[in-house]
């Protein structure tokens, strides 16, 4: 969980998640979730651009407006392996466990 302060921080990259939400035309709870796993796990991590791209990954795979890695690393602005490396780590830290694929 996060707290009220962490939105206040983190304001410019949480616009920037909703920019890169816009280019993939994600739902309302996939924005949603995206943003809560990012403010949770922001903190915890030394690249925002790394934490922002997982979570939009994991918000859009939880609710079920999947995306594929590339296109989300597109819309942020990182490398598809960046998204391929972190988000099962985001997925477990939103209290899920990653797929057995």
Same mark, same amino acid.
């Given at each position: ?23 993939? =035309?994600? +739902?309302?709870? $996939?924005?949603?979730? &995206? ?5 949770? *796990? ?13 979570s939009l990954y994991v918000g ?5 407006? =999947?995306? +594929?890695?590339? $296109?989300?690393?597109? &819309? ?5 392996? *960046?998204?391929?490396?972190?988000w099962k780590e985001h997925l ?10």
């Amino acid at each position: 969980m996060y707290r009220a302060r962490d939105e206040l921080d983190n304001a410019e990259w949480l616009e920037q998640l909703e920019d890169a939400a816009d280019r993939l =035309e994600l +739902s309302t709870s $996939a924005r949603s979730r &995206a943003r809560d796993i990012f403010l949770t *796990t922001a903190p915890t991590h030394r690249s925002k651009q790394t934490t922002l791209a997982a979570s939009l990954y994991v918000g859009a795979l939880v609710e079920s407006d =999947e995306r +594929s890695q590339t $296109a989300v690393a597109d &819309a942020v602005g990182v490398s598809r392996l *960046t998204v391929q490396k972190y988000w099962k780590e985001h997925l477990k830290a939103a209290g899920l466990e990653p797929p057995e694929w």
